[in-house]
């Protein structure tokens, strides 16, 4: 027996030099069959040993047990209450595969740190969506945490959160969630009175709404309220990137359809859940590029765009789609996004070529009789007259409508001409001579405003601009939701509100057909759409929750709005 004990005491000594020389791998296999039984002292310097051998070696999954055994073996103090901060910062560390190993082989209560295991475990579970599962361990948690525990009410909440993805849904109720009061209530206003006017003809239909606030968690809790409380069958989202981020979120933990106008990218990836109904920068982008190559015949493009993120969006989805059928990028040119001096970037992109430069040659003996203020104002006289040689037929500006009218100004400034105005005909009018010399104009929705012809009309004048809704549209569906609008509510719609009736009508569609009484099958539902018919056209819906409409291309002519041709 003593020289068992001896034996023990050298290999202890024996793994802490094997550590110095970093051979971590032979630790393990010779103290982890004596640990248990060395002294006490001993045992506590072995646990810290086994454990920075590990981390060495990058298998936290055994660092982090060994610091457990060390932490239960401490008493209170300085030591402890470090180890426990060390075991915190290791915890995230952990895979699930690992959390799931750890958690099934423990014996007896949930004491620190298992009990953040665990709802570690929960959290990682409920946001991979795996709701059976993280309602199994969350209960399994719930059960041996006290109600003084810090966790308690987080691990009930969330708890409470993935139960309710079962909880039963009123086939006829739907959920609104907008900013009806705050610096956005007069878009949530908007958003609104399309909703209504959509309900006219669905007497059955009960909607609830829900101030956001334009807070994010505010819309979370609006989504949580309407399933649980008010039962909600499926939820029209509300309309900025933020709260609808939220509010998505929530909505696909809940198992609850979302459908928003939201125009943030990427936003129906968020679940199978999530839908949504607009027109987005980088479908504006796309559309534009297509329409200039297939029906304006347009070969050579370019695009003038801000800084923004709305404006890089756009930008790189033009210059993509043009790379891809095979047209050919002029030039691509950045302004800051809040500047109102267009100077610098105009000139940069319409270059140093000029068609008529041969005015800048007089001849030395005139220059000679001038003196330095004639030859000075002569020269800027000229300049003035010079009309630049282009290397694009067609330029894009994917900005508001009075940037628009800004930018287009300066392009007459130094002497860029215009495509000339044709709503006979669909596609570009340009002489051989003018190929290089005019171009055409192209823009995106934020142009349809009168704003547009602010810095003068016939600086835009044949400009071709995208939308979804367009209110002289000779559809007799658009006509009458444009009427029944204006008598309602004494004023013309915006095209959100045409989105907000569109997606509306597609909810009150289904809930009030009496055959879907459950969420999934309204998802199921909704995807099964197909030119279903609204004042933006006839609609579908992907498999990933994304609506389709034709895209109209509306031409900028004499002050007005004219419809110029349709992308389907």
Excluded at 182 to 198: D, K, T, V
Aim: hydrophobic fraction near 40%; charge should be positive.
């Amino acid at each position: 027996q003593l020289l068992a004990q001896e034996r023990r005491y050298l290999l202890f000594y024996y793994a802490k030099s094997l550590f110095q020389q970093r051979q971590f791998g032979k630790i393990n296999e010779l103290l982890v069959p004596v640990v248990r039984d060395l002294p006490r002292y001993q045992q506590k310097q072995a646990y810290g040993l086994l454990a920075r051998s590990a981390l060495q070696d990058k298998k936290p999954y055994k660092a982090f047990g060994w610091k457990r055994k060390l932490w239960l073996s401490l008493p209170k103090g300085k030591k402890k209450t470090a180890l426990r901060q060390e075991l915190f910062e290791l915890l995230p560390k952990l895979s699930l595969s690992q959390l799931k190993k750890m958690l099934g082989q423990a014996k007896g209560r949930w004491i620190f740190p298992l009990d953040y295991a665990g709802f570690r475990l929960g959290l990682l579970l409920y946001n991979a969506e795996k709701y059976p599962s993280a309602r199994k361990w969350l209960a399994r948690l719930k059960s041996q945490l006290t109600m003084q525990h810090r966790l308690y009410p987080r691990v009930v909440r969330m708890y409470d959160e993935v139960r309710g993805v079962r909880r039963p849904a009123q086939a006829q109720t739907i959920g609104v969630i907008l900013p009806l009061t705050g610096r956005a209530s007069s878009i949530g206003q908007q958003i609104r009175n399309g909703i209504e006017l959509a309900v006219v003809n669905y007497p059955q239909i009960q909607l609830v709404y829900k101030d956001s606030r334009m807070s994010p968690v505010r819309a979370a809790a609006a989504v949580s309220s309407l399933v649980k409380e008010h039962k909600a069958i499926a939820i029209f989202g509300p309309p900025m990137a933020k709260t609808a981020w939220a509010a998505a979120r929530r909505a696909q933990i809940l198992g609850v359809p979302l459908f928003s106008i939201t125009a943030r990218a990427g936003f129906p990836k968020l679940g199978s859940f999530i839908f949504r109904n607009n027109l987005t920068p980088s479908m504006m982008g796309r559309a534009v590029a297509k329409y200039a190559f297939d029906k304006l015949r347009i070969r050579r493009l370019a695009v003038l765009y801000p800084t923004s993120k709305y404006g890089k969006l756009q930008a790189r989805a033009f210059i993509q789609e043009i790379k891809k059928m095979g047209a050919t990028l002029g030039g691509a040119m950045e302004y800051a996004e809040d500047t109102q001096d267009f100077i610098f970037p105009v000139k940069m992109l319409i270059g140093t070529t000029f068609a008529n430069a041969h005015i800048l040659r007089v001849s030395k003996a005139k220059m000679r009789k001038m003196k330095a203020f004639e030859r000075k104002r002569l020269r800027k006289k000229m300049e003035k007259m010079l009309r630049p040689l282009l290397s694009f037929e067609g330029l894009f500006l994917p900005a508001p409508s009075l940037v628009a009218s800004q930018i287009a100004a300066h392009l007459a400034y130094y002497n860029v001409g215009l495509k000339r105005a044709s709503l006979a005909h669909n596609t570009a009018m340009f002489s051989h001579l003018d190929r290089f010399r005019k171009i055409q104009l192209l823009g995106n929705n934020g142009w349809y405003h009168n704003d547009l012809f602010k810095a003068g009309e016939r600086y835009v004048r044949g400009g071709v601009f995208c939308v979804r809704y367009f209110r002289g549209s000779y559809r007799p569906l658009s006509q009458q939701f444009t009427q029944s609008y204006t008598q309602r509510y004494h004023k013309p719609p915006i095209h959100i509100s045409a989105y907000a009736f569109d997606t509306m009508r597609i909810l009150a569609h289904i809930a009030s057909s009496g055959k879907v009484r459950t969420r999934a099958r309204f998802r199921e539902a909704l995807l099964k759409i197909r030119n279903f018919p609204g004042p933006t056209g006839p609609m579908r819906i992907d498999g990933q929750g994304e609506t389709h409409a034709p895209i109209k291309f509306v031409m900028a002519y004499k002050k007005k709005f004219r419809l110029h041709g349709i992308l389907r």
